[in-house]
């Protein structure tokens, strides 16, 4: 079961590549969410500095939007 190789211990067993695949699709889509989430804050951000009322509104729910669609995340950092 085990080798020795370098004094190092390694492990001559298969491996299990879902909860690999699982692990990088859980940070791309975190890395996907603060992208998003960052670029509607600095847009909402404008929207405010401008007055822009409908503007604002319009990112607001495209940042309601995100929080929704991304939701699953949260329970990950439950």
Avoid: C, G, W
Wanted: glycine share 0%.
């Amino acid at each position: 079961m085990f080798e020795k190789y370098n004094d190092m211990a390694l492990v001559s067993q298969p491996y299990d590549l879902t909860d690999y695949k699982q692990v990088a699709q859980l940070v791309i889509e975190q890395a996907l969410f603060r992208y998003e989430r960052d670029r509607l804050m600095r847009d909402i951000d404008k929207a405010l500095e401008q007055r822009d009322e409908a503007l604002f509104l319009t990112l607001a729910q495209q940042y309601n939007e995100l929080l929704e669609r991304y939701r699953h995340l949260e329970e990950v950092h439950a």
